[in-house]
């Protein structure tokens, strides 16, 4: 019932700047907190960054000060700006987001299939 669709994943130069979009679509009463993920090849997916209905935002030590997490709730669409690229960055990133769908009273995360993300040295 609900589709999370993240864009705007490709390869970039360290020091350069990527902005990401992930747009919600389906049976959508309302979101709540949404956040991005990412995974590297052999690594533990980790949280980077999620903000909240309200807008409250909070960031993983590693991307603080680098990116920004953002929402436009008229348009169910969550942003990830990236700047001061690193390699470390490279990563497969996750949409991710807490959903109240038609008939239900009580939020479940969905999530996108991913874009990648790649950093050159």
């Known amino acids: 019932q609900v589709q999370l669709v993240e864009s705007g994943g490709g390869l970039v130069q360290a020091g350069g700047s990527l902005r990401l979009s992930c747009a919600a679509s389906g049976s959508i009463v309302s979101i709540n907190a949404m956040g991005w993920y990412r995974q590297a090849p052999g690594k533990q997916r980790e949280l980077v960054a999620t903000?909240?209905?309200?807008?409250?935002?909070n960031y993983a030590d590693s991307v603080k000060g680098r990116f920004a997490i953002s929402r436009d709730n008229a348009k169910n669409t969550m942003y990830l700006q990236m700047n001061s690229l690193k390699p470390e960055d490279t990563a497969a990133y996750y949409c991710n987001a807490k959903i109240i769908i038609s008939g239900s009273a009580f939020p479940r995360n969905y999530w996108g299939q991913g874009t990648q993300v790649t950093v050159s040295s």
């Open positions: 903000i909240t209905s309200g807008g409250s935002t």
